[in-house]
């Protein structure tokens, strides 16, 4: 099975959360993350004192999905995330071995 | 001169003072965090500016001579105003300054009311343009005609004990006028935009409702029955309204809930307040009851008109002081001429002529205001400074600091 | 009629409202976050049942004249209330209206102290019928022994200067006595659950603080010596404790905590408001050195007898209220007849029926409408709704709202 | 004795005392999160501590006869001081006791204003045993020599209405001998260490504001002209010294903050103190206008100089003071004898005198008592203590508790 | 290696934590997450108007081991973790190619 | 291409950024995460009652890089992050299939 991970912008979270739930997707879990990259952070200023800050609040998106529908997912986050300006964010791949339903101790793609 | 009405005026003024810091957290707890010091910022900076335009020109524009339409600038920088006289008919039993700081914490938090409509979106330099200038084309000016003796409303005999058209009505409409200028948020209301943090609103309602006796039951001016009667009566309202509120909504939601108490106790304020010292606690109970229903009700309407009343200013100042204006031609004491104190309909006519008056007075002045400031300075941020929110784009400034590790470096 | 008088009654009329408020804080930064609103509004809901009910009957059944044991419905609706005669011996200096707002708000917050005991798990419909039953069964016949020239407590020369037994012995019975009948919270005391924010506690300490001169030495009904000296004995014994409560923390758990300090200065504010008016600031300094010791070591009894009282409201205001009712049979000025003023033990005496006729009427009462409630609407909400919090099972809302993330989406 | 007066002087009196939780969030909303609660703690225990040292010997020190440099015991304990003489040419108007407490609000708030210069760092044992010594040996001689009429002086005709000297010069020096002692915090200043969460600084700046009514217009003991015009010119004051600042800080660093906008107000109120009964609120116009530009330039100075000001109490309040003080001498009204009435540079000369004695007489022995604590109790913490916070290492707690999770057990 | 990662509801962390002390692992990472599911989220409602909330609280717990325990570890968490609620979560293992112990420079098993 | 995790102290982040700023990574996403390890918790106290808390506040630093780079980034994180303190935590690597960049739709290196 695969693990797809996506940082996109914290407003686009709900445009995510449909475009996967169009796909079928059953279950998704999300975080707050802070980001460093191109896109730049900002400045505060406190008593005439400037201050930058480098990181930029983000959204983590973590799918657990069978591996065919893997690359759908992938390509739905990435139409859904896109704003085309810098910080839109990545996603990636990586293999989970297996997964249990908790509640049921079901394994594998029954547990999604 | 009585050291009684003295104590009691100047305590009045301090907790009407009190009352903007307790409406700038008691919307600030309801935006998006991300623009919570944006929106105490308005609200403080309004005693700021506010105050001192009050010593200049504000105070003498309202209650200078002048004509019954606005005072003049006799009393303009507060010079040797000691003895000066206001035209009251029986002397003012306080020092003269002490008037003039009570009627500044009016003129103060009046402006600020309107910042609950335009939330999530004002653009600070629009709002210092905006705010002096209304403060003297259209708070001063109102308030001489009903607060002060020359004022052409007062002389009709039209009534208002703390300010009802003056204060909610005159900030209501100037709400409505704002938002129709400078349109919604981004994104409303398709997406929810749930208050951030309701622990400072509820804090601000504790301090409005501290304050509020100072607005009404310091209108008396002294420490006497009035006093004490506008001081029951203020807080009867509220009490009616948190439970009157709470009842509509816990039918039509489901839920009686935080907020609806916050917001019904503050609705029974309002209405109440043109009220206060001409009505009995039973009337009172009565105005609060229907003042809790009709804002309810109003803060639906936006909703259904498609008008971002971001904090329903309109729903709970404008109708809330027209409901308490109008009520009063019917529930004032037979000393004032109420309809059921048998004084028949005409004190209702000068209520409905002075909300009337007001509405139209301050809607146009404001629009007029408001296109101007628009045009030149600009009354709304940028789309992306609203994305990135008020606090960070106005004033470079974040409420609450990103986690604990240290994400910043000193540079100038 | 003194300005003077009326003025320093009506701004401690406003400053007693002003504590409801600082008490939910005070509490709400105890509880869990999810607890939060709950708690606000069990206290908030307070300020608008009680100040309903005592206009209409409230009031009348505390000081109309009726018998030793309950007034009667004469001042019901407080309708033509200007010159009526409550029986004091020295008429009042102060509107009728003024001295019904003060008592009014010794009404509202008498039950609100309740609310600490009970945290994280009432059932917001069962706290609304039982405060208001409460407030009518229980407080307005306490308040009338104890307040009213007419009440037998008060004929019979017991001492409470402005509350320990119709205020703090009062609510701390009661809720004792409620939580014997909802149980403890699910996973007390193996589960711990730390307050979830202290400064809200704290900001409420400086509001109870401040509010609580309006308190005592607001009950001196007048701005006079008896006045000054009820507001300098109330802060040196607000102090005291602070101080005696610390210290044995510290010696107890190697720590002097900033919640020790605050609960410290309250429950020094307790202990001294039966005394307030009566004692000089040493012997208030005593008072509140023996207060701080001896609520901060009650504080340990719940784990001893596993009742979970939340926030420690036997333990401030039930011993509290009963050390300084005691206590103020010994340190009582001559003129009183304090022990140590020389007057012997006869006051200690009152004071101890006073303090057992309290406990037992508010105790089989309080037992009796809880288990009504209980049986009927119910006082302790379900499992289900413990665990998600009071915010979201009673009032669909949440103190801090979810994540910066657009997680919500409007539906009616 | 006046019931007007009284009931000025004691509403006062609680407003000054709300104070210090006002000054204990203003102060914490600017700390880093882990050292909130010991900010509030700082603050509060002034409470504790010096309400109990003022009874004991605290206002004897400042308020008994004794020499001009001190006063004596006479007064100790508080003992029958209620026909006590303090020796001020026009009897006192209000109780005894009510004149003891008001001073005593002053007292407790002065030391804690120190505690903004240190924070982070300071160690709470430490603080315990300072701010003891240094109410006794420095508060109460320097409140003795401007307040008392025995005081030297006070004999000499300086002027300080409300404290200027007394409260924010004494404050500011020792401010500065104490960080210079302790030194800077660790990471300071190349780690940034922004407010963790601004909000407390608001609303502890709108307690400031409403308090400080009490703190300038109460200085004038009593319900009347000169209360009035404290009052205007108080609030003239922080509303220029407000829109100063904001518009130095724009031209400066491009955003006028809310930080800067509260904290420009705090720097108007504190120049103002000395003037307010003194002044007219045009005089008051210009000394808030120079005040804030003043100090928001002196914040700048501490990186320039590399002391680490945390929160900039010298910039404020000892640059504040000092400027009030001084321009006392030219903006006085003609019956006090400043420069513009005509009354020539007498009056600059004795409010340099003041300045100079204050500065060197606090400054020399907040030094000696710094070294001895520091050396023996120590006054600053560990560095582990600091890194981990000054909440978890000096008093256990946690002002924000850890995520909603159960991540606690409890043990003893 | 393994890294075992569980999604779990917020009140179990201490029993989760407890479990995995019992077999001896000595460590674990904690935080706080957004979970979407077949677990219902709720209503909130601000002055009559409604709102749902799609995401619930949860704790994601990561801990990472030798392979011979990965599947102790997954039984224990499920174990402990479970209400036979909608909403208990998952638990899935993914592969771990080395761990370092900063503290010392350790590898792999040495690093745990 | 790797994933490198690190679970480090809050004040180091700063020192761990530059480190890598300095390697030449042109991103990352940091979050704040709980602790439970060799490193105690802390004791916290409530009037009189104690209460221990396991949990040490730490931040989890995520690197996706190709991987030639991952063994460098391993060690610049392991020098910076090191107080040679109980609790400086751990870095471990794990394979990541491949990433997109949201923005471009760029894919591997490219992405990055
Ligand atoms: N190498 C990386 N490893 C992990 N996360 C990264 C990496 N590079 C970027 N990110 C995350 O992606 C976000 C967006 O990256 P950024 O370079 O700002 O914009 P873009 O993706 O449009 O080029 C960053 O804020 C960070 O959270
Ligand atoms: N495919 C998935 N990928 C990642 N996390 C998931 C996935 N499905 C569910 N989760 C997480 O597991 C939690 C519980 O799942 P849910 O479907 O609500 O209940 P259950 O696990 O009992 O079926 C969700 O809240 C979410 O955090
Ligand atoms: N097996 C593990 N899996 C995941 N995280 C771990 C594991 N062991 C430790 N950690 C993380 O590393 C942090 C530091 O570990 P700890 O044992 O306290 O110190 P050290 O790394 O110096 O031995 C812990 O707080 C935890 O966040």
Redesign the pocket.
């Given at each position: 099975m695969k693990?797809?991970t996506a940082i996109i912008k914290p407003f686009k979270v709900d445009d995510v959360k449909e475009a996967l739930r169009a796909l079928g997707?059953?279950?998704?879990?999300?975080s707050e993350v802070q980001g460093f990259g191109r896109q730049r952070g900002h400045t505060e200023v406190y008593r005439g004192a400037e201050y930058t800050v480098d990181f930029v609040p983000k959204v983590k998106v973590?799918?657990?999905?069978d591996d065919a529908d893997a690359a759908g997912i992938v390509d739905a986050i990435v139409n859904a995330a896109r704003t085309d300006k810098i910080g839109d964010g990545k996603v990636w791949l990586t293999t989970v071995e297996n997964?249990v339903?908790?509640?049921?101790g079901e394994m594998g793609h029954d547990?999604? | 001169m009585d050291t009684g009405d003295t104590a009691w005026v100047l305590a009045s003024c301090a907790l009407v003072l009190f009352m903007t810091p307790g409406l700038a957290f008691f919307y600030g707890g309801m935006v998006r965090s991300k623009n919570l010091l944006a929106m105490l910022m308005q609200n403080f900076f309004a005693m700021g500016l506010i105050s001192v335009i009050w010593v200049l020109v504000g105070f003498s524009l309202a209650f200078g001579p002048g004509s019954g339409l606005v005072g003049d600038l006799s009393f303009g920088g507060l010079a040797d105003i000691a003895n000066a006289d206001f035209g009251f008919a029986s002397p003012l039993t306080i020092p003269a300054l002490a008037f003039v700081a009570f009627q500044m914490m009016f003129a103060i938090i009046t402006p600020a009311l309107i910042t609950g409509a335009t939330a999530d979106r004002l653009k600070f330099g629009g709002w210092v343009a905006f705010l002096g200038l209304w403060s003297v084309l259209v708070y001063s000016p109102v308030a001489h005609w009903v607060f002060s003796p020359h004022g052409w409303l007062f002389k009709r005999g039209a009534l208002d004990f703390a300010g009802g058209t003056v204060v909610h009505i005159n900030a209501g409409i100037a709400a409505l006028v704002l938002i129709l200028v400078i349109g919604k948020r981004k994104g409303w209301p398709k997406e929810a935009m749930p208050p951030h943090a309701l622990p400072w609103t509820l804090i601000g309602t504790g301090i409005l409702w501290f304050g509020w006796f100072g607005f009404n039951a310091g209108s008396a001016l002294g420490a006497n029955a009035t006093a004490a009667t506008a001081f029951m009566t203020t807080n009867t309202a509220a009490a009616a309204a948190m439970l009157s509120w709470l009842a509509v909504e816990k039918l039509k939601s489901g839920h009686a809930t935080t907020l609806g108490g916050a917001s019904g106790a503050v609705a029974g304020l309002v209405a109440i307040t043109p009220c206060a010292g001409f009505v009995n606690p039973m009337a009172a109970l009565a105005i609060g009851l229907i003042a809790g229903v009709l804002c309810f009700l109003a803060c639906q309407l936006k909703f259904k008109f498609g008008f971002d009343d971001s904090l329903d200013v309109i729903a709970v100042h404008l109708v809330g002081g027209i409901t308490g204006s109008i009520l009063l031609g019917v529930f004032a004491n037979e000393a004032f001429g109420g309809l059921i104190g048998g004084g028949g309909s005409s004190l209702l006519g000068k209520q409905a002529l002075a909300v009337g008056a007001t509405i139209v007075y301050s809607g146009v002045v404001s629009f007029i205001l408001a296109k101007i400031v628009d045009k030149t300075i600009g009354l709304r941020v940028a789309e992306d400074d609203e994305a990135s929110g008020l606090d960070l784009s106005q004033h470079a400034e974040s409420a609450y600091a990103a986690g604990e590790f240290g994400s910043m470096g000193r540079v100038g």
């Open positions: 693990l797809v997707v059953q279950g998704m879990t999300v973590e799918v657990v999905t997964i339903r908790i509640r049921t547990a999604l | -």
